[in-house]
Structure formats: structure tokens, C-alpha cells
């Protein structure tokens, strides 16, 4: 029986690895910008910190964890997101003491979705977090690093803003908001039902036509801030105005998970047709207590690789992945081994090449020479090998110029 990959788990080819490798290069280059520095936490974590870190009420613990039991020992858990872990270690290690620490991480996450154009169980994230501050200016830095990031890789974006308020206000806000969803229950979708008692900000979320007359019509959760995450709004917004981010006020944007306050935001983009959320981030103050640290305030977001990926592609910001400067084809036995020999002398210096180590057809070694994406071609037979003279062949112009196989660094370096 052929045995074929996991259903919604996917491989990157090298021929598409180019918008990868693209988007981590322009990221770890903006972050380093905006200093941030790079975290690595395990893809494995106890079960135990998602259900209490991300909420045992969301869809991401309940339905989608991949969650097993390590030879009967103790209940582990593949990541499905990545603060959770980052806010473990940041415990872990005491990192509370050192004041503001600014974090990122990229790298493979779990959920065990169904799978769909841009909805995979294996994908992966690029995500922020600021530990440390609980200060609007933070939030504000963190939003115009997310901007600059997208105008640097040429993708257009829309940014949605919005507050889910804090321990002074929510919990009055989301009884308001359950009675009037009990009271409209009968309009709404089954899905929707469901959360009204487990999880009612959600609900604002939902995407099903027939629910929309009546979330139009719940109460804002902008119109019951206090005044403390009124000011904290008012100061981003501000903020960002005098960064020149644009912004759209959303009052209908929560963020699925349970551990977050105040400032909530998302970059969506049409790129792909029908307008699809790229990263979304906001302020989680109470999470570093909920998982047992010192009480500090946190910011973060996380960006879906496979979706910009999707996008970059859509927008034709597909960068080839860059081909060795040379490609020595071998005419007989003397010039397998000159080849050889003269490879193993470039790529000392630092300088990219390949060769067909089957020898065979000229045809079929300038073939995979193209395949390569090589810039130039030097065929090496015996007689090149006394002379140490050959021809340099540009691939793309398909000129020849003759070449001493000593000055053949120098030349490919010009
Ligand atoms: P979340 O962690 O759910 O806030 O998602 C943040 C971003 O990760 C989303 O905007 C998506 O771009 C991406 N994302 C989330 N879940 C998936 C998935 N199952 N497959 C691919 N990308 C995902």
C-alpha cells in the first residue's frame, strides 16, 4: 500500500520554498528592526498549559488539539498556537525580572481543522509577543511593525481595530450580551447557540448569513468600555494616526481566544478572492498569572505563513529560489574529475556550483543545468583540463567567451 502524507499536512517543495524563505528573511529583518529577538520552544507541550493558557471553551482545545498520552505517563499536546509556549518559558526562565522582553518565534503549529484552501492541520506562524508593558505605546509599535512588514513584501492589507475590555468591564458587558443573544437565540445558527453560554464574544464573530441581522443589533462592546480601555483605545488610535498606519474601528472583531484584553487587531487581505484574515493579534494582561508567573502585561500576534504564502503567490511576489553561478557538464573521464575538482575549489570560495555527477549527453547535462536555474555552464573534457582554458557559456544569452579555469572565480564574481 502506498503510504501518502497526512490529510491537511503539506509539503514545501523546493520550487515554492523561494516565498517561504522570502517572507522569514523580510520578517527576521523587520523584527531585528523593531527589537524583537527570536524564542524556539518546543512543538510539544503538557496538555495542560493550552487548556488552561488558551481556554478549555475554545474550539482550538476542545475540538482541534491533537492531544495523546506519552506511553501512558502524561497528557501531552502538539501546539496549536504558539503563546501559550512562549508565555511558559518566559516563566519558566524568570524572564520577568529583566523587565520589557520583546520575543518572536516562527515555526510549525497543530489544530485539527477541516481542511480547506488556506485552513490546514499542520501550518505555521510567525508571531510576536511584548512582555512587560502594558502601556498603548506598546501596542502601537507592535501594529506599525505588522504594517511595515506587509508593505515590504508588497501585500495590501486592511487593518481592523477594536477593544475587548478588561476585568473592569467585560463581565458586565458579556451578561448584556447573553441575555440579548438568549432572547434572539431562535434567529441564530446552531453553531451560534452553542456559544452563547460558553464562549458569547464569539458569537459577534460568526460568518453565517442568517445570524448577521441580529448581531447587527447586540449591543457594542466599544459603547460599554471603561474609562481606563477607553483611554488605552484612544491612545493607539492616536498612535497610529501620528505613525500614519491606517486603521478601521471594528466593533465586531473578538479574538477567538479567552485570554485577551483590551486592544484586538487583524490585518485581513482579498488578495485570495474573498477577504481572509493574514494575522491577528491583541493585549493579553492576565495570561502570564493565569499560567502561574509574576502578574505582567502582554501583546502578541501571530501571522499565517501558508496564507501569505497563497498570497504572495496571488500577487506574483514569488522570488526563484537563486541557482549556482555555474554548472560544469563533463565531456569525458578527464573532465568528470576536473569538474569535480574545480567545484570543490569554487564552493571553498564561496561561490555556488553544480555539476551531473552521471555524466552522459551533453543535451541531457545542459538540461539539468537549466533545471538548476545555473547562470552559466562550462563544459570540461581532457583537453580543457591540460590547457586549463574552456568556455563560459551564459545560459540566458547562450554567449561564449572563452575562460582560464583559474580566473574562473574572479570572472563569475564580476
Ligand atoms: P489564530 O492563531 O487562530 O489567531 O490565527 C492567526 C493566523 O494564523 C490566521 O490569521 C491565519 O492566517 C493562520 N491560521 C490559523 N489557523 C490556520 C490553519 N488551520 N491553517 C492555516 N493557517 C491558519
Not at 46 to 52: G, I, K, P, S, W
Not at 99 to 128: A, D, N, S, T, V
Request: aromatic share 8%.
Amino acid at each position: 500500500m502506498k503510504i501518502t502524507g497526512v490529510k491537511g499536512m503539506n509539503d514545501i517543495l523546493p520550487a515554492a520554498v523561494g516565498r517561504w524563505h522570502e517572507m522569514e528573511r523580510l520578517a527576521r529583518e523587520v523584527f531585528h528592526l523593531y527589537g524583537y529577538r527570536e524564542v524556539r520552544t518546543p512543538a510539544v507541550e503538557h496538555a495542560a498549559l493550552f487548556a488552561r493558557g488558551v481556554g478549555e471553551a475554545t474550539d482550538i482545545v476542545n475540538k482541534e488539539m491533537y492531544v495523546f498520552e506519552d506511553k501512558g505517563e502524561e497528557l501531552l499536546a502538539l501546539r496549536p498556537e504558539g503563546t501559550a509556549g512562549t508565555v511558559r518559558a518566559f516563566i519558566e526562565h524568570g524572564c520577568h525580572v529583566e523587565g520589557l522582553q520583546k520575543w518572536f518565534y516562527i515555526g510549525p503549529m497543530f489544530r485539527r481543522e477541516r481542511p480547506q484552501k488556506g485552513r490546514y492541520r499542520q501550518f505555521h506562524q510567525i508571531g510576536c509577543e511584548a512582555f512587560g508593558a502594558g502601556q498603548p505605546a506598546v501596542d502601537v509599535e507592535q501594529i506599525a511593525l505588522l504594517a511595515d512588514l506587509f508593505s515590504r513584501l508588497g501585500v495590501t492589507t486592511d487593518l481592523k481595530l477594536n477593544s475587548v475590555g478588561d476585568a473592569a468591564c467585560r463581565p458586565a458587558y458579556l451578561a448584556s450580551l447573553k441575555g440579548y443573544l438568549q432572547g434572539h437565540a431562535g434567529a441564530l445558527c446552531a453553531d451560534c447557540r452553542d456559544r452563547i453560554e460558553r464562549n458569547p464574544l464569539r458569537v459577534l464573530d460568526c460568518k453565517v448569513e442568517s445570524c448577521q441581522p441580529v448581531l447587527q443589533g447586540a449591543p457594542r462592546l466599544l459603547d460599554a468600555l471603561c474609562q481606563g480601555c477607553k483611554d488605552h483605545l484612544g491612545a493607539v488610535t492616536s498612535g497610529l494616526d501620528a505613525l500614519g498606519v491606517a486603521y478601521r474601528l471594528d466593533p465586531r472583531l473578538v479574538r477567538g481566544l479567552d485570554y485577551y484584553t483590551r486592544t484586538a487587531y487583524e490585518f485581513a487581505s482579498d488578495a485570495l478572492g474573498s477577504q481572509s484574515a493574514v494575522a491577528g493579534g491583541g493585549r493579553y494582561d492576565g495570561l502570564v498569572e493565569t499560567l502561574g508567573g509574576q502578574p505582567t502585561p502582554g501583546i502578541g500576534f501571530a501571522l499565517g505563513q501558508e496564507r501569505l504564502a497563497l498570497i504572495l503567490e496571488a500577487i506574483g511576489r514569488a522570488p526563484p529560489e537563486q541557482g549556482p553561478a555555474v554548472f560544469f557538464l563533463s565531456a569525458d573521464e578527464a573532465g568528470a574529475k576536473e569538474a569535480l575538482r574545480r567545484a570543490s575549489q569554487l564552493r571553498k570560495l564561496g561561490i555556488a556550483c553544480d555539476l551531473d555527477p552521471r555524466g552522459g549527453k551533453m543535451k541531457t547535462q545542459f538540461k539539468q543545468a537549466e533545471r538548476v536555474g545555473a547562470r552559466y555552464a562550462v563544459v570540461l573534457g581532457g583537453n580543457e583540463a591540460a590547457s586549463g582554458e574552456a568556455k563560459l557559456k551564459d545560459l540566458a544569452t547562450r554567449e561564449e567567451l572563452p575562460v582560464r579555469l583559474d580566473d574562473l572565480a574572479e570572472r563569475l564574481r564580476e
